[in-house]
T-cell receptor
């Protein structure tokens, strides 16, 4: 089945440091890839996504490139801020099929999450 | 209200209680999901409803019972839970079509503590 593996956390950085959070995946088809962020006390918010090989998703200074040859989707940011402190989840979506009439749905498979703490 | 709303935000219940979690989406989506988020474990997909029909149940114990009365509302009925069921329960919705998944949106979750 599909799976997502993220680097172990927690990650602790000083403000303005460079961030990389590694993510690799296993999937049978051609999945879409996502990074979600969860701030304290809140649900998950979509940070960025990429739907095909070599696509680069970007948002709020974060970037990730869909690398099919290495089955990776590493998250990077050149200069982190204290406000970036959160839990980051890598995820993939591969269409599934229901039992009822062939309606498809996009099940998300998540990694275990990486806690990021940024100090001033 | 916009987005996906979950109530209550926090819930403490005894092992013999019966309670329900509620999720409401105002996005016009046709699929809704329950996820469980436990400490140090990946998010676990519990149930999926597509067009108000349950299409997936990932070996979830029967003490969790979902209900989807219409495309905007999703409930998770809880009874005789165990302390290990304490977790953050997240609801999500999306718009599904044969061409793909659009607008996957999460609620803020219900923090459940079983005592």
């Amino acid at each position: 089945g599909d799976s997502v593996t993220q680097m172990e956390g927690p990650v602790t950085l000083s403000e303005e440091a460079f961030l990389t959070i590694n993510c690799t995946y296993t999937a049978t088809g051609y999945p879409s890839l996502f990074w979600y962020v969860q701030y304290p006390g809140e649900g998950l918010q979509l940070l960025l996504k990429a739907t095909k090989a070599d696509d680069k998703g970007s948002n709020k200074g974060f970037e990730a490139t869909y690398r099919k040859e290495t089955t990776s989707f590493h998250l990077e940011k050149g200069s982190v801020q204290v406000s970036d402190s959160a839990v980051y989840f890598c995820a993939l979506s591969d269409l599934g099929l229901s039992d009822a009439g062939g309606t498809s749905y996009g099940k998300l498979t998540f990694g275990q999450g990486t806690i990021l703490t940024v100090h001033p | 209200e916009t987005g996906v709303t979950q109530t209550p935000r926090h819930l403490v219940m005894g092992m013999t209680n019966k309670k329900s979690l509620k999720c409401e989406q105002h996005l016009g989506h046709n699929a809704m999901y329950w996820y469980k988020q436990s400490a140090k474990k990946p998010l676990e997909l519990m149930f999926v409803y597509s067009l108000e029909e349950r299409v997936e149940n990932n070996s979830v114990p029967s003490r969790f019972s979902p209900e989807c009365p219409n495309s905007s509302h999703l409930f998770l009925h809880l009874h005789t839970l165990q302390p290990e069921d304490s977790a953050l329960y997240l609801c999500a919705s999306s718009q599904e079509s044969l061409s793909g998944t659009y607008g996957y949106t999460f609620g803020s979750g219900t923090r459940l503590t079983v005592v």
